[in-house]
């Protein structure tokens, strides 16, 4: 059976801190892993990784994958409130007709 | 620009009562997807359609019928309602890799 797992659960950090996020799995076939934000209401993308290494970047945040060590982590910089959401890991097997999601982050940033 | 359209957003049902969810995409994607996401839980796949005329179950179908009716809609069924159905329902549609979602349905069942 395909697992991923996300830690921490949950995270409280102040405003100007820098998180890491961490995402394993274990799975048989892997193709990519992505990287969803959700506030209140839908995810939305933030990155896709397929390749070990090679570090995809967007303003403050930034993702690598070791396919290796089978784990990616997101990092954020200088967190700010609107970064407060929770931050969902998934993996694409074999064909990459379904997503199996891992629980999921709940970061909180206060002022 | 709408992307993915959910409708309802919100519902209460009693135990036993039916209810059908509704999806639209109009990014013409072919592969179209409902989630149920719980406490603690991510989100888990109910069934999928890779394309207009199929469908698959996923990871959690039982008590869930769908229907692909064209390449924008997909919709969700509940024949019988039950308190472990309570939950927030997403659809997505897939472009490539990346799939994107609608703003939920938040369905309780009493």
């Known amino acids: 059976e395909d697992k991923v797992v996300q830690s921490p659960l949950s995270l409280v950090v102040h405003e100007g801190d820098t998180v890491t996020l961490n995402c394993s799995y274990e799975?048989?076939?892997?193709?990519?892993l992505l990287w969803y934000k959700q506030e209140k209401k839908a995810p939305t993308f933030l990155f896709m990784l397929t390749s070990s290494g090679i570090e995809k970047k967007s303003g403050r945040l930034s993702s690598i994958l070791d396919k290796k060590e089978l784990f990616s982590i997101l990092n954020i910089t200088a967190t700010q409130t609107g970064d407060s959401a929770v931050y969902l890991c998934a993996v694409y097997t074999g064909s990459a007709r379904q997503l199996t999601f891992g629980s999921g982050t709940q970061l909180t940033v206060l002022p | 620009n709408a992307g993915v359209t959910q409708t309802p957003k919100f519902q209460v049902l009693k135990t036993g009562q039916s209810m059908t969810l509704q999806c639209a995409q109009d990014m013409n994607h072919n592969s179209m997807y409902w989630y149920r996401q719980d406490p603690g839980m991510g989100l888990r796949l109910i069934y999928y359609?890779?394309?207009?005329?199929?469908?698959d179950k996923g990871e959690v179908p039982n008590g869930y019928n769908v229907s692909r009716l064209n390449k924008r809609e997909f919709s969700l069924r509940l024949e019988s309602a039950a308190p472990s159905q309570t939950s927030v329902y997403f659809c997505a549609s897939k472009d490539g890799y990346i799939q994107y979602f609608g703003a939920g349905t938040r369905l309780s069942v009493l």
């Open positions: 799975v048989t076939n892997f193709r990519s």
């Open positions: 359609s890779a394309s207009e005329g199929t469908t």
